[in-house]
């Protein structure tokens, strides 16, 4: 089967074509401003402008025609409303010209999916989901994706980019700061704040907004992406670690545009090391917000027996990981 899937939570207009369980495309088209980040509105402007164009690459580089396609998959949330319901109407209006069935999935357990297809060896891991808008510690249990371990106030890749703002880095901020921590020097402690199993970086962008508002040179900047990267890095590995603890399970996953860093990468393979589990890092293709993760977790559904009405498909702007019944697994 062909299925078609379609990325609208945040910035990101994704589209990609799968064949079964082989990625034939997954093409995007990314919301970005110089200055500041995302207005819902302006962010849904550019879904509706780019929409068609990267549908429509996605169905050329596959090699297909929008009559081959025999399902629509596309993120019916968590995300932002009028981001989500660009994609959930052009998902909408494909199914109903081409008359195929369409399904709405949830964006954070597409993630987590996405590295158990791609990750051959990964099958039952603990994913450290640290998106944009979403850090989150999740794990399969009893039916259940569940959340064992999260962000109390901003995720992980917003709080870099409000201090990527601060820096002048510009928008998206994480890989600009990824460079500069490379070049930093010297450790500047930060605080270091998990609660349990949850984390929270409120304190630390209090802090930072102050030294930067003493002084602001380069040496400084370079030495505050290092700190803070170590920092909150540390904080996310920590809960990660105590996560496959609990749960008993020996694989970590990395999934959301954060898990692009390396350092990051680095760090979960040695906390995994040193415990005799296995950490798995995705290409960025299937870390960042991609549709190809859509797609998939859509056929999985519908292969589960998953059915949806077009009235089903209205978008679930605050859906939580563990408000889905797992009937697949
Ligand atoms: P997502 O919401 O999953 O699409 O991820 C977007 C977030 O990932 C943004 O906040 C980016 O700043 C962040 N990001 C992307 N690449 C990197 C990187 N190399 N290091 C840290 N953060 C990154
Ligand atoms: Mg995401």
Known sequence: ?????????????????????????????????????????????????VCDVVIRQALEKAEKKSKDVGLVAFSQGPGIGNCLRVGATAARAFAVHHKIPIIGVNHCIAHLEIGRL??????????????????????????????FGETLDMGVGNFLDQVGRLMGLGFPAGPKIEEHARLGKKYIPLPYVVKGMDVSFGGMYTKIMHMLKEEHDEELVNSLCYSMQETIFAMLVEVSERALAHVGKKELLLGGGVACNKRLQEMCAIMCKERGARSFALPNQFNVDNAAMIAHLGKIMYDAGVRMTIPETAIRPYERTDDVDVVWR
């Open 118 to 147: 791609i990750a051959k060896e990964c099958t039952d891991p603990v994913l450290l989901y640290a998106s944009g808008a979403n850090t989150q510690v999740i794990a399969y249990d009893c039916g259940k994706y569940r959340v």
């Open 1 to 49: 089967m062909i299925i078609l899937g379609i990325e609208t939570t945040a910035h990101t207009f994704g589209a990609a074509v799968l064949k079964d369980r082989t990625v034939l495309s997954n093409v995007w088209d990314s919301y970005s401003h110089p200055e500041r980040g995302m207005i819902p509105a302006e962010v849904a402007a550019h879904h509706v402008a």
